[in-house]
């Protein structure tokens, strides 16, 4: 990276002491204050965790309820698998670019330098708002059910390590709860393992013991919203904030807290008008999740590094690549369909 020169998210160097930009070019106030890379690899293993970890592990039993005992088992097992390749793809192309000073910070960044501007503007852009934001929504929706039953530069090594610490948990976590919550309820599975051990509104366990579950998950869907509205802050912060200032002035400290609260709020209402936990995630999982952990991963790896036509890892990536663009369609329209016949028994704020 050239000195005193923007890195590709626009952040320019910072004055450690004031936390003053050096600088009097247009920045980037989203990136500049929002998607920072300055942590450890601990601190990577644990967003990770957290981003993977989250509301959506609930469905698992409801899956397999769909799929059986192998089905269910393969078919987690080969994402779990594909999941941890495509982000070490993710790391060795992040690595590239960072060596050649142009650090990446978003998918839509990467898309733009790889596969052209118009790629990150029209479709990895709106994939991440809608994936960021459809997450929240499912988020608050699994926290409104609980309410109401409860009355630094990335680099390969840091990425990798941090995979590690995400995938011990994550598989311990998603296997558990898969395995666990289909042999407890079998074919009644529901679209939220939660919704379970609370039929009819009757708990089926001693409240104190389900209070105690609720609340775990509603901490941890707090910790995942805040992840997935990153991109959604880095939008906002770019129009309302002004990055010469420092983060925590009053100038800057305000339009986010305003913003950020009228987000969640925004999602929360949402949640509360749209009932239907299970149909949330895999329509959103569909066209969002599909795309950014199982495609782009393979395409901008091959055309970054352009491997040999003949190379196992091209055709490897590129079978990938297709295979889940089928299944990301195949979902779509199937989670629509299901979606339509759910509406029909619908009720706005039926759940309030």
């Known amino acids: 990276m050239g000195s005193g020169g923007a890195d590709s998210a626009g952040i320019f160097p910072i004055d450690g002491e004031n936390d003053i930009i050096s600088s009097s070019k247009d920045l980037d106030a989203g990136a500049l204050f929002v998607l920072k890379s300055r942590g ?20 698992l039993p409801f899956a397999f309820s769909l ?17 941890f390749y495509s982000y070490n793809l993710l790391s060795l192309v992040l690595e590239h670019y960072a060596q050649l000073g142009k650090r990446h910070l978003r998918f839509r960044d990467m898309a733009h330098d ?5 790629w990150g503007r029209y479709f990895v852009g709106p994939l991440q708002l809608a994936i960021c934001y459809g997450a929240v929504i499912a988020s608050m929706l699994l926290g409104e059910q609980i309410l ?32 666990s919550g289909y042999w407890a309820f079998g074919n009644e599975a529901q679209g939220s393992v939660l919704a379970n051990f609370m039929p009819n509104g009757m ?28 991109p959604t802050n880095v939008i906002i912060e770019r129009r309302f904030v002004d990055p010469k200032l420092g983060q925590f002035s009053m100038r800057n400290a305000i339009p986010r807290l305003v913003f950020r609260s009228l987000t969640v709020i925004v999602a929360t209402t949402l949640a509360a008008m749209l009932p239907f936990f299970g149909d949330i995630m895999a329509l959103f999982g569909a066209f969002g999740c599909i795309p950014l952990d199982f495609i782009l991963p393979m395409v901008f790896y091959n055309v970054t590094f352009k491997p040999s036509r003949r190379s196992l890892i091209f055709w490897g990536n590129t079978v990938i690549a297709v295979v889940s663009t089928v299944l990301a369609v195949v979902g779509a329209v199937a989670s629509v369909r299901q979606i339509i016949l759910d509406a029909k028994t619908y009720r706005l704020f039926a759940n309030m």
């Open 203 to 230: 708990p089926i366990l001693p409240k104190a013991f389900l209070l105690m579950t609720f609340v775990f998950t509603l901490v941890q869907i707090s910790a995942v919203t805040l992840v997935y509205l990153q």
């Open 40 to 59: 450890s690899w601990l601190h990577c293993g644990y967003h990770l965790t957290t981003a993977i970890v989250s509301a959506a592990l609930l469905s």
């Open 67 to 83: 799929l059986g005992w192998s089905g269910g088992v393969v078919c987690l097992t080969m994402a779990g698998l594909v999941t």
């Open 114 to 118: 790889i596969l052209g501007p118009g």
């Open 148 to 179: 109401k039953a409860t009355i630094a530069p990335p680099t390969t090594g840091k990425m990798f390590k941090g995979l590690l610490v995400c995938y011990s948990v994550a598989i311990s976590t998603f296997f558990s709860v898969a395995i």
